[in-house]
């Protein structure tokens, strides 16, 4: 009985220390927010909105904002245009590598932004393989020495054409195949993975995927890699730890990165390869 009440004396002892504390996020009034992947060989989509107090979930379209897009300095036209309900401003042309993009859009009653980024190289893939029955996607990255950035990911192709994702396969990297991504390894299984050459810089190393489905004989499935810049790489990296951490309140609020001068968003550089494999 005494050990009854001493449950029922600590519960009311925590439920009255318990205290409702709203915090305020500073804000500095409403910004252009500029969101834009630049990929090679792939036309400019670039979204334009303008941010809102915390807690705001609808940032507004701007439409009639003016943007001013340049690779290498030479001026590429857009065009608004409204895709799936929502509008964007469309490159005329695709974008071309060895480009330095660079972004400036202004409207009235706000600051006129700017956003610069290169394209980075390709990532350099071979050898995919998945076995009928098995859980396990295996291939080879060739590392060129230098710097560089990756995001994985995973999808289920269409039964009727193998380059057409039909879904996204969720993976967890298999540490016992190789120690380079240790860092990353993960109980969890993921729809994608940001991971850096920290490890294998200048080196051809081979990377298993563990999935969390059981490889099915004849399907297909689609490996993508993309290389990014480092903005692209701070800008998701920080990205995902924002998301990881929302609404826990025992840890601080993390700002997403920018490289949008007076602004918020992102112009990256990315550069993504496929490899299409028929599971055997």
Known sequence: MRKIRWIIGSLLILTACEKKVDITVPYSGDKIVVNSFVQPDSTV??????????GSNAFPEVPDATVSLTASGIPVQTQWQVIGGRGYFVSRTPAAKGMMYRIQVSAAGLDTVS????????????EAFAQAG????????????????????????APDNKELPLRRELFRFDP??????TDVATENFLETALVSDERFDGREITIVMQTQDVNMKDEHLILEVTSLTNASWQYLKTLELQTANKG??????????TNVVKGYGILGGVNAANLYIQIK
């Open 45 to 54: 989509y670039i979204r334009v909105t303008r941010s809102q107090p915390p």
């Open 115 to 126: 956003a610069s980024d290169t394209l980075p190289r390709a990532p350099l893939l071979k």
């Open 134 to 157: 098995g859980n396990r996607v295996k291939f080879v990255l060739k590392d060129l020495p230098g710097k560089d950035f990756y995001r994985f990911r995973l999808y289920a192709a």
């Open 176 to 181: 016992s195949y190789n120690n380079s991504f």
């Open 248 to 257: 826990n309140a025992l840890v601080d609020l993390s700002r997403v990165y």
